[in-house]
């Protein structure tokens, strides 16, 4: 549905209130998601051993990931590239892809950080680690602006990963997406899914302030 004449500067200036409000959202979910990753690659790393399964795997990856947080970066990444190379499929290879991408991301290579995070997406062991590669990919269109990007690989997140504890949270970018789109009757459909999907949580009692403020709908 399409707004026109003064009501096209209202939805314009009631989309532009909500960009701005979730921009620190944004920054706060994105941010908090890098503790998530080390500590989702710290869990895996513990069943890894505790299983004595690709300890030698398990090992190389203690070592990639000792040296980034030394500081020796260069060995570190070296380290973690040779165990992907030699245990291409091991829980501690797509870990070190995990790392290895947000490396890449922290020195703007987001093309590089793109590769790790699909084949974490496509091939990740154990299957629990995927839902991570595909949001961190979004996370890299979202922070270069390719919004077209970042609303068609949300839209397979939450078909595809619908019990995630990150699908709320992709819900909620799909939104923003949308109204950066100034696609205004597709934000208001995710907003109301997520009211509608995710009762009594923060992201519905937030989408449902947000539609309330929303421009009514013209034919």
Not at 3 to 27: D, P
Request: hydrophobic letters at 40%; zero cysteines; glycine letters at 6%.
């Amino acid at each position: 549905m399409q707004l026109s004449g003064n009501s096209q500067n209202k939805a314009a200036n009631a989309v532009l209130a909500i960009v701005n409000q979730f921009r620190e959202h944004r920054v706060r979910t994105f941010t908090v998601l890098g503790g998530v990753i080390i500590l989702a690659a710290l869990v895996f790393l513990i069943i890894a051993r505790i299983q004595k399964y690709d300890v030698y795997a398990s090992d190389k990856y203690s070592q990639g990931y000792g040296n980034i947080a030394a500081g020796n970066q260069a060995q570190g990444v070296a380290i973690l590239e040779d165990l992907i190379k030699v245990y291409p499929k091991t829980p501690a290879s797509f870990e070190a892809r995990l790392l290895l991408s947000e490396y890449n991301i922290s020195i703007g290579n987001f093309s590089q950080s793109l590769i790790y995070l699909s084949e974490v997406e496509r091939n990740g062991n154990p299957k629990q680690i995927r839902p991570i590669g595909l949001y961190r990919m979004i996370a890299i269109y979202d922070q270069t602006n390719d919004i077209e990007n970042a609303v068609n690989y949300s839209k397979i997140f939450v078909e595809k990963y619908k019990d995630s504890f990150l699908v709320k949270d992709t819900y909620m970018n799909l939104a923003r997406f949308y109204l950066l789109k100034n696609s205004l009757e597709d934000a208001r459909k995710t907003y109301t899914d997520i009211v509608a999907k995710f009762p009594a949580t923060e992201e519905a009692a937030i989408s449902a302030r947000i539609l309330e403020g929303f421009p009514q709908s013209q034919q």
